[in-house]
């Protein structure tokens, strides 16, 4: 039944994907997070940074007040950014889609396949461990590095929505994108295939 494993908000596993961990944000990690937020191409997408620490740990820390799970990524034991996700009924057995959101902070972890690795990552807990039915993202129409990485994770196009954003004083349109149980497994076995194919490289 979908929604049986699903934690509630602050209480949460790590998550361990083959090349990525995810792990639930402390308040040890604000520093980080203040500085990936202040980065021009995470405020780009992202939206502006918050202004204060306290602010930084309202959005990241209070989850019991905005019910969404929140997590650093780490690449070899170094934070590179942050993966998120929600449910629209935390805790309930009705639990049965989830929206997520990611950004890459540290500049040198963008453009290798990091956020694809973790959007795939996260997949895979949703849909394997949490037993999830759809998925979904929505990125800004403009952020064609976002969009074609989560097509390459597996999500699709459904819908443009007209001014769904207020970002940096306009209304943006974005990308409603959705990827359902049933599509998975091809976008699992892609990723299976793309990593072979990587470790089949000559170092
Ligand atoms: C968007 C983001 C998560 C993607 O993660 P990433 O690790 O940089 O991206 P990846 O390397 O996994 O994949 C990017 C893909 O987009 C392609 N790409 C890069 N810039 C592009 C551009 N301007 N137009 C089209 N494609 C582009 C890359 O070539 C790559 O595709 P390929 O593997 O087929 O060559 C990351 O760049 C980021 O956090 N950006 C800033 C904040 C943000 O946009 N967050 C997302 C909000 S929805």
Redesign the pocket.
């Known amino acids: 039944m979908p929604g049986e494993t699903v934690p509630l908000p602050g209480d949460h596993d790590p998550i361990a994907g083959p090349r990525l961990t995810f792990r639930p944000i402390e308040e040890g990690d604000l520093p980080d997070l203040m500085r990936w937020l202040a980065?021009p191409?995470?405020i780009?997408?992202?939206g502006d940074a918050p202004a204060t620490i306290e602010a930084a740990r309202d959005d990241y820390l209070e989850a019991d007040v905005n019910p969404v799970w929140r997590f650093v990524i780490e690449e070899d034991g170094r934070g590179v950014?942050e993966i998120q996700y929600g449910h629209d009924y935390p805790g309930d057995d009705y639990a049965w889609k989830a929206g997520i959101?990611?950004?890459?902070?540290e500049p040198d972890?963008?453009?290798?396949?990091?956020?694809?690795?973790?959007?795939r990552t996260m997949l895979q807990h949703l849909f394997e461990v949490q037993s999830l039915h759809l998925v979904t993202?929505?990125?800004?129409v403009a952020?064609?590095?976002?969009?074609?990485?989560?097509e390459?994770a597996g999500f699709r196009l459904d819908g443009v929505l007209r001014h769904h954003a207020f970002e940096h004083g306009e209304y943006v349109d974005t990308h409603f994108m959705s990827i359902l149980e049933d599509e998975w497994p091809a976008a699992r076995a892609r990723w299976e295939t793309e990593r072979a194919a990587v470790s089949d490289q000559p170092r």
Not at 101 to 105: A, M, N, S, T, V
Not at 137 to 140: G, H, N, Q
Request: aromatic residues 12%; negative net charge; hydrophobic residues 35%.
């Open positions: 980065d191409e995470v780009e997408f992202y950014g959101d990611i950004f890459i902070g972890a963008r453009d290798r396949g990091v956020g694809t690795e973790a959007i993202i929505d990125p800004e952020n064609a590095r976002g969009i074609r990485a989560y390459k």
